[in-house]
Each structure stands twice: as structure tokens, then as C-alpha cells.
């Protein structure tokens, strides 16, 4: 079992940045892939990001390829979600994720545990 809990969420404007973290419980950490996906009003869920098992290798959804850098802090349970040059259309609750299989982290569905979810509102 794993539990993941979001903090970092705000409201922010147009162009500007943050920062979300993701605090999982249990030992075995370093050996989930960690996810973030959004869910925005009236929309579905999306993946955003993935970080596998050793923080080498990252995914990203095409809408935040070159603003958002996802990485993590195996020594502290932790995974984190950089956001720069944030858009209006990154407005949504965000979720962390985790599995131990990235193919499922980055699927539609995503993986077995999920956060409580953070609001992020970007301001035009």
C-alpha cells in the first residue's frame, strides 16, 4: 500500500510558476514510477508527467513538454512537479499517482494509488 498525499497548489498568474510535491508513505518508494494527471472542470483526467523507479527517465504529455519538470527525492518519499510559464489552460485539480508499472502510470487510467488531488488556478 501506498499513500500519497499533494501539497504546492495555488492560485498564480499567467507566465508564473510552482511548485507541487507529492509525500508517499511506505518503504518501498523507490520502486514505483510516480505520475501526475489533471483534471480540469467539465474535463477528463490527463496524464501530465511520470518519473520511473531511478528518476532517469521522464515522460511528459505534449501540452507541458518544455514548462513542467517532473523529478524525485527517493531518500525523502518524494515526488515533485516544477511548473513554469504556467497557462490559463493548466487550471485543474492535480493528482499524484503511483504504480509499480510505468506502461500503467502513463495510461489513460493511470496507476493503483492516487493523491487527494491539489488545486492549481492560473489567472490570465
Known amino acids: 500500500q501506498v499513500q500519497l498525499v499533494e501539497s504546492g497548489g495555488g492560485v498564480v498568474q499567467a507566465g508564473g510558476s510552482l511548485r507541487l510535491s507529492c509525500a508517499a508513505s511506505?518503504?518501498?518508494?523507490?520502486?514505483?514510477?510516480m505520475g501526475w494527471f489533471r483534471q480540469a472542470p467539465g474535463k477528463e483526467r490527463e496524464f501530465v508527467a511520470a518519473?520511473?523507479?531511478?528518476?532517469?527517465?521522464?515522460w511528459y504529455a505534449d501540452s507541458v513538454k518544455g514548462r513542467f519538470t517532473i523529478s524525485r527525492d527517493n531518500a525523502k518519499n518524494t515526488v515533485y512537479l516544477q511548473m513554469n510559464s504556467l497557462k490559463p489552460e493548466d487550471t485543474a485539480v492535480y493528482y499524484c499517482?503511483?504504480?509499480?508499472?510505468?506502461?500503467?502510470?502513463?495510461?489513460?487510467?493511470?496507476?493503483?494509488?492516487w493523491g487527494q488531488g491539489t488545486q492549481v488556478t492560473v489567472s490570465s
Open positions: 499517482n503511483a504504480d509499480l508499472s510505468a506502461i500503467v502510470v502513463m495510461s489513460k487510467r493511470g496507476g493503483d494509488y
Open positions: 518519473n520511473g523507479v531511478s528518476g532517469g527517465r521522464t
Open positions: 511506505g518503504r518501498t518508494f523507490s520502486r514505483y514510477t
